[in-house]
């Protein structure tokens, strides 16, 4: 069983900054891509930011320049740095991992991210 638990979520200003954090109990090696997903109300889930094991990275074109992700294989985490967040960045956030063997994926409980105009 893999289990998923994020912090860093919370409410900010407009221009602010939110880093967020995802732990993993699995031993990094089986895990090939680490993400952050976003849902907004009324609206589906959508691709925030990728990074493989290798260290490439994808980001979402709303985010490229403001948001940064970032993985410590060691510590089995996934962080991703939230600059001049805008109130459009309001949504709940999820973190995802796709594991080696059965490519499985797995998703964290949510955090809440509220960015005020």
């Known amino acids: 069983q893999v289990q998923l638990v994020e912090s860093g979520g919370g409410l900010v200003q407009a221009g602010g900054s939110l880093r967020l954090s995802c732990a993993a109990s699995?031993?990094?090696?089986?895990?090939?891509?680490m993400g952050w997903y976003r849902q907004a109300p009324g609206k589906q889930r959508e691709l925030v930011a990728t990074?493989?094991?290798?260290?490439?990275?994808n980001y979402a074109d709303s985010v490229k320049g403001r948001f940064t992700i970032s993985r410590d294989n060691a510590k089995n985490t996934v962080y991703l740095q939230m600059n001049s967040l805008k109130p459009e960045d309001t949504a709940v956030y999820y973190c995802?991992?796709?594991?080696?063997?059965?490519?499985?994926?797995?998703w964290g409980q949510g955090t809440q991210v509220t960015v005020s105009s």
């Open positions: 990074v493989t094991r290798g260290g490439s990275t």
């Open positions: 995802n991992i796709q594991v080696s063997g059965n490519y499985a994926s797995y």
């Open positions: 699995r031993r990094s090696f089986s895990i090939i891509t």
